[in-house]
T-cell receptor
Framework: GESVGLHLPTLSVQEGDNSIINCAYS??????FIWYKQESGKGPQFIID?????DKRQGQRVTVLLNKTVKHLSLQIAATQPGDSAVYFC??????????FGTGTRLQVFP | EAEVAQSPRYKITEKSQAVAFWCDPI?????LYWYRQILGQGPELLVQ????????DSQLPKDRFSAERLKGVDSTLKIQPAELGDSAMYLC????????????FGPGTRLTVL
């Protein structure tokens, strides 16, 4: 069945450094991917999304890269700040309307 | 900026009791989702509405869970009777129709069953 997974459950970075959060997906038919940030006790917050006809999309301090050949998705955060500390989820949408989420990566930013 | 509203934010109940959660999606969003999120895991879809109709409830435990969206706007998710294993965060999300795929989430309701 479909599944989305993350390589690193916890990522610790120093303030000001760049962060890279990785995600593997298994459904080659997925055509839409999205990253959410979830702070403790809050709902997931939309960060950035990308469609399968693109391989890169940039937002404010964030970039999503999509490699369909190896079914890999990554989120890059530039100049990581303490406010970026949270759990990050990737999700994919295949040929149904359903989003399939991974288990999340915790990003810890230390001074 | 418009947001998805949910209430209550926290609910503590005893097993075998009934609980209900409410969601008001972003205005104009025809698609509404209820998810369950166990601590440390990603959200899992329980039910999806398109306007007032259920599109997907294949993962909803129908012996105890029910969901409705009578007027195609706000929605209620009910659990009766609650079990210890129902303790989780219940999230509501909405999406604008017409090709838009982005789902926007509410703050969630944290349910604890004792």
């Amino acid at each position: 069945g479909e599944s989305v997974g993350l390589h690193l459950p916890t990522l610790s970075v120093q303030e000001g450094d760049n962060s890279i959060i990785n995600c593997a997906y298994s459904n080659s038919a997925s055509d839409y991917f999205i990253w959410y940030k979830q702070e403790s006790g809050k709902g997931p917050q939309f960060i950035i999304d990308i469609r399968s006809n693109m391989d890169k999309r940039q937002g404010q301090r964030v970039t999503v890269l999509l490699n369909k050949t190896v079914k890999h998705l990554s989120l890059q955060i530039a100049a990581t700040q303490p406010g970026d500390s949270a759990v990050y989820f990737c999700a994919e949408k295949g040929d149904t309307d359903k989003l399939i989420f991974g288990t999340g990566t915790r990003l810890q930013v230390f001074p | 900026e418009a947001e998805v509203a949910q209430s209550p934010r926290y609910k503590i109940t005893e097993k075998s009791q009934a609980v209900a959660f409410w969601c008001d999606p972003i205005s104009g969003h025809a698609t509404l989702y209820w998810y369950r999120q166990i601590l440390g895991q990603g959200p899992e879809l329980l039910v999806q509405f398109q306007d007032e109709s259920v599109v997907d409830d294949s993962q909803l435990p129908k012996d105890r869970f029910s969901a409705e969206r009578l007027k195609g706007v706000d929605s209620t998710l009910k659990i009766q009777p609650a079990e210890l294993g129902d303790s989780a965060m219940y999230l509501c999300a909405s999406r604008k129709s017409g090709g838009a795929d982005t789902q926007y989430f509410g703050p969630g309701t944290r349910l604890t069953v004792l």
